[in-house]
């Protein structure tokens, strides 16, 4: 492996790690947890099951995080011919991804919020 494959892998790493221990801590919260920057989470007696609740809130943000490892492959194991693919498919994890997670969530809340 060359040297910008390893710093490839270093930044991508220090870059998932936020999403990756925000979905540890999530997983292993007491407490329902929250989506929405800036908005309270909902409080325990209106969730149905907070342990589910909370672990599928952490793994989603635990797959989203490690998402990010795959759209690199390209460009480290094939090089910079691979760039535009890479390129493509971070673009995809960001914004897909964050689509993604806003509907799962919606799902969640529809599944574990009292109504």
Known sequence: MTAEGIITIVIVAISAA????????????????????????????????????????GIMWMVYGLGFFPCFVPIVIWGEKFALVTVALFVIECIGGIFVMIAYHNKLDDRYLKK
């Open 18 to 57: 936020p999403e990756v221990i925000l979905g540890i801590f999530q997983y292993r919260s007491k407490e329902p947890v929250g989506f929405w920057s800036g908005k309270e989470p909902p409080k325990r007696e209106e969730v149905t099951d907070v342990k589910a609740y909370n672990q599928k809130h």
